[in-house]
């Protein structure tokens, strides 16, 4: 027992110390060896900017159009397009009806439903915003915003049947160099660009998809998906969820795409 005792101590005394690179001191909760994740297991982090209440969707085929824009102080610009959302990304945004009446603002990382014919007003500092939104595809190829500079067009979206509303999500996801999305699937049709960096789209037909800082891509409804960051930049992503009444959201898949 002394024998036992004696090894030991000297065991502990001449390991490392702690804190030296081989045995550093870890927050409280953190393991030295985290387990591996699956890789049907998401790494990065989804924010929901906003999901509206269901809504009439446009009838026949439709897409989505993501435009940026960088609207000057003191100028207001004219919503030539469908109905659908804008992120404010700097400066307070004011949207009204052309005579002046349905005022409404939304501050930075917020957003507001603007309509057809809506304005959106001046101010006194120049603004950047998104706008995103749902719309038949006779709109394809028209001025959306006027001022505006149309990012990504999703391809044509699966019909929905006459009469079915669909809940209209906006989000964010933002990923480190190595992340991912969890491998999944949606109920409805999902459309996306990027912002900053490079990912691989992959989805369950084998197709593999690169897209790079302004490009975009598009899902449809039930297709297993999953997206992983292709480069050594942070990756940030503006995503937009079209899912008809009833259905999930979004369900997690055991198995990668």
């Known amino acids: 027992m002394t024998t036992v005792l004696v090894l030991a101590c000297l065991l502990a005394a001449c390991?490392?110390?702690?804190?030296?690179a081989t045995n550093p001191i870890l927050p409280s909760g953190v393991s030295p060896t985290p387990l591996e994740q699956k890789q049907t297991t998401g790494i990065g982090r989804y924010t929901k900017i906003v999901e509206t209440d269901p809504l009439a969707a446009p009838a026949g085929v439709t897409f989505v159009s993501f435009v940026h824009v960088t609207q000057p102080a003191g100028i207001s610009l004219t919503h030539d397009g469908p109905d659908g959302l804008v992120y404010a990304v700097k400066g307070?945004?004011?949207v009204s009806r052309e005579d002046g009446d349905h005022m409404r603002g939304a501050d930075e990382g917020k957003t507001l439903f603007v309509s057809h014919g809506d304005v959106h007003r001046a101010a006194a500092a120049a603004q950047d915003w998104w706008f995103v939104g749902l719309g038949g595809i006779d709109l394809r190829g028209t001025q959306i915003v006027s001022g505006g500079a149309l990012a990504y067009a999703s391809g044509d979206l699966a019909t929905l049947p006459p009469g079915v509303n669909v809940k209209e999500q906006l989000g964010?996801?933002?990923?480190a160099a190595g992340g991912r999305t969890s491998s999944h699937s949606h109920g409805g049709a999902e459309a996306f660009a990027v912002l900053t960096g490079s990912v691989e789209l992959r989805t369950g037909d084998g197709a593999r998809q690169k897209v790079a800082s302004g490009?975009?891509?598009?899902i449809q409804p039930g297709v297993p998906m999953q997206i992983v960051v292709?480069?050594?930049e942070p990756v940030r992503i503006l995503t937009f969820f079209a899912t008809p009444e009833g259905r999930p959201w979004q369900t997690n898949l055991d198995t990668v795409p």
Do not use: D
């Open 92 to 94: 307070r945004h004011v």
């Open 215 to 218: 490009g975009g891509g598009t």
């Open 15 to 20: 390991g490392p110390a702690k804190g030296t």
């Open 230 to 232: 292709a480069g050594p």
């Open 172 to 175: 964010l996801i933002e990923m």
